[in-house]
């Protein structure tokens, strides 16, 4: 049986407006790693050093957006879109043949943590820390 989690609190004078839709580009990203697939590119095969790095990597990117993410370099806060043909990883079942593409985001210097993106969160799948998973430029 899943625990079920509590809803956030809402405090005192926050609206919320069932009428007005919600922008998520407007929200900073909610990082999971519900999703982080085992074997060669798991958080678990990363050393403290790169586990560091990511704390701080998801950290510093706390208070932007996804709309100022957007628009930063893909090589320091920014992101990049991989195409999901180029990865060489085995491509979990539960993303579907509509998905052309996966975001990935730096973690530590140049190595990036490849996922998707639903509403506001980023599901990490690979922690890329070697420069194998998909060809660099």
Not at 49 to 74: G, P, V, Y
Not at 113 to 126: A, E, I, K, N, P
Request: aromatic share 12%.
């Amino acid at each position: 049986m899943k625990k079920r989690l509590k809803e956030p609190r809402i405090a005192k004078g926050d609206r919320i407006s069932a009428s007005e839709p919600i922008n998520y580009d407007d929200s900073p990203p909610l990082f999971s790693l519900e999703r982080v697939q085992g074997g060669k590119y798991c958080l678990s095969g990363l050393g403290q050093q790169h586990k560091a790095d990511f704390a701080d990597a998801i950290f510093t990117r706390r208070n932007l957006t996804w709309s100022e993410i957007k628009k930063a370099h893909r090589h320091k806060l920014g992101l990049e879109k991989i195409p999901k043909r180029s990865i060489k990883a085995g491509i979990p079942t539960f993303i579907t043949d509509d998905v052309d593409h996966f975001l990935a985001f730096r973690f530590s210097g140049k190595r990036p943590m490849v996922g998707y993106r639903q509403r506001d969160v980023f599901f990490v799948l690979w922690f890329d820390h070697n420069f194998s998973l998909y060809k660099h430029d």
